[in-house]
């Protein structure tokens, strides 16, 4: 009798040892694979919103109302023409930058030109040098009518400045280069948080996680289960905006296939960062009707502070610094750089360094809240 218990312990113990936590592990992603992919409001988050963003943004083209207009080094500053740029209200003079990175601003589009300013020889007249960029032919033309209002008024001297002008080749930016990048880091925010904190609660209230703890599932299998679930999601729904933006809508990829796979590796970062808020918020949250609120206070500010729509300089100084202390700014200012500068991975190593940080504090809190029954 005894020597049949010890068998049938031995036996039971050869089972266990033969269990893969491997296997497990990939069921578990495989099964809330699945379970996402039928979920409407996963859908709804991750394709639907960005898409309909994009598209009315993709539809509506390029436009704004500031320029900005590089000051060549060794311009002179302190003269009326600069006064008079300044008080227009549309003009941002850029400063304090050498001529090699003003080369690469105005070729790229991220200055709308460059102006030089000397006093001409024997003369009480100033000679302004005005360079455009074909990259951003729309402000350029704006830029003009500016100074032909500027100094061509007849309330002015004619003589006070003598205006020559040139145009360079440059990358034309448009809405949809600056959007985009934007509906992926608030798809890949919507995802990580409203999607992990509601899947953990529902598993420990409907006491899914306490049957795992009767088998020999590890604790570790099924957070990275659902994380490779998540993970997977999110990367097929940036690969499928990313697509839908250069196809239909001409979102610059710059260096093809490898822009592509930085941005998905950029996205993967992001998504990893923002689940462990949602841990946080499974944590905390007492019920389901809990989650939406706490995940808002979180994804609200991000979405709208974090340069999604409008560029972070836009908003008031005092804004701004909140804007830069947000996670999502940079995500989605490495994957503008990514996607319409050319930049590696190495390049955006700044924007990434603070992703990490962020996600090494959001972890430390994470595995202080959050519960398993």
Do not use: C
């Not at 988050?45 to 993709?58: K, M």
């Not at 309330?155 to 959007?179: H, M, N, Q």
């Not at 904190?197 to 570790?220: D, E, G, N, W, Y």
């Not at 995500?331 to 990490?356: H, Y």
């Amino acid at each position: 009798m005894q020597k049949d218990i010890q068998e049938r312990d031995s036996n039971s113990a050869t089972a266990v040892g033969r269990y893969s936590n491997t296997k497990a592990t990939l069921a578990l992603a495989k099964a809330s694979f699945r379970s996402i992919m039928r979920s409407p409001s996963a859908v709804v988050f991750t394709l639907a919103f960005p898409l309909i963003f994009i598209l009315v943004f993709g539809f509506l083209g390029g436009g704004g109302t500031h320029i900005d207009v590089g000051v060549t080094p060794g311009s002179d500053i302190n003269n009326p023409v600069m006064g008079m740029l300044a008080k227009t209200g549309m003009i941002r003079l850029i400063k304090d930058k050498t001529k090699a990175d003003f080369d690469k601003l105005l070729e790229k589009g991220n200055v709308d030109a460059m102006i030089d300013v000397h006093r001409k020889v024997n003369s009480a007249a100033y000679s302004v040098n005005v360079v455009y960029t074909s990259a951003s032919r729309d402000k350029g033309g704006i830029l003009k009518s500016v100074l032909n209002n500027v100094f061509y008024d007849k309330t002015l001297k004619p003589t006070v400045a003598e205006i020559k002008e040139s145009t360079i080749t440059g990358r034309e930016y448009k809405t949809i280069d600056f959007i985009l990048p934007g509906q992926l880091g608030f798809s890949l925010l919507s995802t990580g948080v409203f999607g992990t904190a509601f899947v953990f609660l529902s598993l420990r209230q409907t006491l899914v996680i306490k049957r795992f703890f009767a088998t020999p599932v590890k604790r570790s299998s099924i957070v990275i289960g659902e994380g490779i679930a998540r993970i997977g999601f999110a990367l097929l729904g940036a690969l499928f905006i990313i697509l839908i933006g250069h196809f239909f809508f001409g979102f610059t990829l710059v260096n093809g296939a490898i822009t592509v796979i930085n941005m998905l590796i950029l996205a993967t970062l992001g998504i990893i960062v923002f689940m462990g808020f949602g841990f946080i918020i499974s944590g905390i949250a007492k019920s389901e009707s809990m989650v939406p609120p706490i995940s808002n206070i979180v994804t609200l500010p991000q979405f709208l502070l974090s340069g999604t729509f409008f560029s972070i300089e836009a908003f008031p100084s005092w804004l701004q610094p909140i804007s830069r202390a947000l996670p999502l700014t940079y995500l989605n200012d490495a994957m503008r750089k990514v996607a319409f500068e050319g930049s590696g991975l190495w390049d955006v190593k700044f924007q990434i360094m603070i992703l990490l940080l962020w996600g090494i504090g959001i972890y430390a809190v994470a595995i202080k809240v959050f519960k398993w029954e």
